[in-house]
């Protein structure tokens, strides 16, 4: 059962564009929200993360809008940049339970 | 600091054999967790070491697979008689005991790329 659903699969942006992926949750026990950034041969990293009391975190180009009520949470990348290409995955949490699960990631390409 | 450790970086095995792999964590992680990322694929959760607790065993697929971890260091993940499905990148993270504002913020190794023939 797949738990944390996750759109779109690949997505191409011109510079300076904003980029915006989406995930959906199932389980309403989930209480942290996290994104992770991913390059080839690496292991992903945490980029932001939210928990379920606020509506919107900010750091710097990167965002996260959550949606309680709808199960939904997603990620704006403002004035993408070639940089910031690489594979987002987006994760979900629950209580005191330690492992997180995945989306199925969004592979973001930014031309120059 | 040093991150997450993995090795090998690369593992190609003909079907039936047995596999190790291993995962350093960051010094003073306490907790360490495996995951398999299958292509194109988001990451799996195999199992989870905390301290000295019993492990959380709940994502390991089947009974070939297993984990071993030394204490709070190092950790080994073995995959007996290998199938052509176990092919994967499998990732390993660790990260800090206490939960709070950071909580559970996974620090993961570069993984190790398994290949089976």
């Known amino acids: 059962q797949q738990q944390v659903k996750q759109s779109p699969q690949s997505l191409i942006v011109q510079k300076g564009g904003i980029s915006i992926i989406n995930c959906a949750y199932e389980?309403?026990?989930?209480?942290?929200f996290p994104w992770y950034q991913q390059f080839p041969g690496k292991g992903p990293a945490l980029l932001i993360a939210?928990?379920?009391?606020?509506s919107e975190k900010k750091e710097g180009r990167f965002t996260i809008s959550f949606n309680k009520s709808a199960k939904q949470f997603s990620l704006h990348i403002m004035d993408s940049q070639p940089g910031d290409s690489a594979t987002y995955f987006c994760?979900?949490?629950?209580?005191?339970?330690?492992?997180?699960?995945f989306g199925s990631g969004t592979q973001l390409t930014v031309l120059p | 600091g040093a991150g997450v450790s993995q090795s090998p970086s690369n593992k190609v095995t003909e079907k039936g054999k047995d596999v190790e792999l291993r995962c350093d964590p960051i010094?003073?992680?306490?907790?360490l967790y495996w995951y398999r990322q299958r292509l194109g694929q988001g990451l799996e959760f195999l199992i989870y070491?905390?301290?000295?607790?019993?492990?959380?065993k709940s994502g390991l697929p089947s009974d070939r697979f297993s984990a071993e971890r030394t204490g709070e260091s190092v950790s080994t993940l073995t995959i007996q008689r290998t199938q052509q499905e176990d092919s994967a990148v499998y990732l390993c993270?660790?990260?800090?005991?206490?939960?709070?504002?950071?909580?559970?913020?996974?620090?993961f190794g570069a993984g190790t790329r398994l290949s089976v023939l």
């Open positions: 993270a660790s990260s800090l005991p206490e939960a709070g504002v950071t909580k559970n913020i996974q620090y």
């Open positions: 389980n309403t026990a989930f209480d942290y």
């Open positions: 939210i928990r379920p009391d606020v």
């Open positions: 994760a979900a949490n629950k209580g005191s339970a330690r492992q997180l699960t």
């Open positions: 010094s003073g992680h306490t907790a």
């Open positions: 070491f905390q301290g000295n607790s019993a492990p959380d």
